[in-house]
């Protein structure tokens, strides 16, 4: 009985490790309503060249007009930016990437309604450095001209290391 019961514990760690492990990047909700679900890369190993970085993100409180992700050091290029809705329908936008300031803008043709989990795709990834883990800091505009960016979270990509 004891052996089962021991087993049973050890089983539910192993379970609960590996779905920390799986998730990369939640945010707590903010005061503005806005915040990070998950991400994950794929492929997932460290070195491939043109992966691509996915986050989740949920919008609450106030519709949401344009997204800002500052990329991480060690980012070379991202060639576009796509972003669907919860039911992977093309959402449309003008996504603007400079690699020199480090900055990508996501400006929604439409603003993005309160109660909407977008997926944000960061198409063809190319790194000048090797690294496993991405740190994406994420801001965001809202329809409120009086309100300013506000702060979303981090996206945090972490990658094999092979």
Avoid: C
């Avoid at 890369?41 to 460290?46: D, H, M, V």
């Avoid at 986050?55 to 997204?67: I, M, P, Y």
């Avoid at 990508?104 to 043709?109: D, E, G, I, L």
């Avoid at 989990?117 to 991405?134: M, R």
């Amino acid at each position: 009985m004891k052996q089962l019961l021991g087993l049973t514990v050890l089983s539910g760690i192993l379970t609960l490790a590996s779905a920390a492990s799986a998730i990369n990047s939640i945010s707590l909700p903010t005061d503005n309503g806005i915040y990070i679900t998950n991400s994950v890369a794929y492929p997932s190993l460290g070195r491939v060249q043109g992966a691509n970085h996915y986050f989740k993100l949920r919008v609450e409180g106030r519709a949401l007009s344009q997204l800002l992700i500052t990329l991480p050091d060690g980012i070379d290029n991202i060639q576009d930016i796509q972003v669907k809705d919860e039911f992977g329908k093309p959402i449309e936008t003008h996504a603007l990437i400079d690699t020199k300031t480090k900055e990508a803008v996501v400006t929604f043709a439409k603003p993005v309604e309160t109660s909407t989990t977008l997926s944000v795709k960061l198409k063809d990834v190319h790194i000048d450095q090797w690294n496993n883990i991405w740190l994406y800091q994420v801001s965001g505009k809202v329809i409120d001209p009086q309100v300013g960016n506000l702060p979303i979270g981090t996206v945090r990509i972490q990658t094999d290391a092979n």
